[in-house]
């Protein structure tokens, strides 16, 4: 099973670029599909982007076209989360989450039954 485990958060100013990283721990040279996900305070968590890593087939939420880039480093066994033109907005705990699947599913694309969690890097977008 994979085990994410995300890193690169902290705080940014407006404007700026940020990339985060979700090592996917445990894939053994498996394909594995790793989805970003960000819960901001007040809100309710919203899955952001998934990406497999057998094909590198993509799935981006509306809310986040244009800003938001996935892309995966399959020698590294990790994905990478990278937001340009940082909003206040955007500051939010982010995570990224890996399902039992090793394709990207209509479930997952949709952003459900994902099964393996990272902790959670905070992100915190100042203006």
């Known amino acids: 099973e994979v085990q994410p485990v995300e890193s690169g958060g902290g705080s940014v100013q407006a404007g700026g670029l940020l990339r985060l990283s979700c090592a996917a721990s445990?894939?053994?040279?498996?394909?594995?599909?790793i989805g970003w996900f960000r819960q901001a305070p007040g809100k309710e968590r919203e899955g952001v982007l998934c990406?497999?890593?057998?094909?590198?087939?993509?799935n981006y939420a509306d809310s986040v076209k244009g800003r938001f880039t996935i892309s995966s480093d399959n020698a590294e066994n990790t994905v990478y989360l990278q937001v340009t033109g940082l909003k206040p907005e955007d500051t939010a705990v982010y995570s990224c989450?890996?399902?039992?699947?090793?394709?990207?599913?209509?479930?997952?694309?949709?952003?459900?039954?994902?099964?393996?969690w990272g902790q959670g890097t905070q992100v915190t977008v100042s203006s």
């Open positions: 990406i497999s890593s057998g094909d590198d087939s993509t």
């Open positions: 989450a890996a399902p039992l699947g090793t394709k990207i599913s209509p479930y997952t694309a949709g952003f459900f039954e994902y099964d393996y």
């Open positions: 445990g894939s053994n040279g498996d394909d594995y599909v």
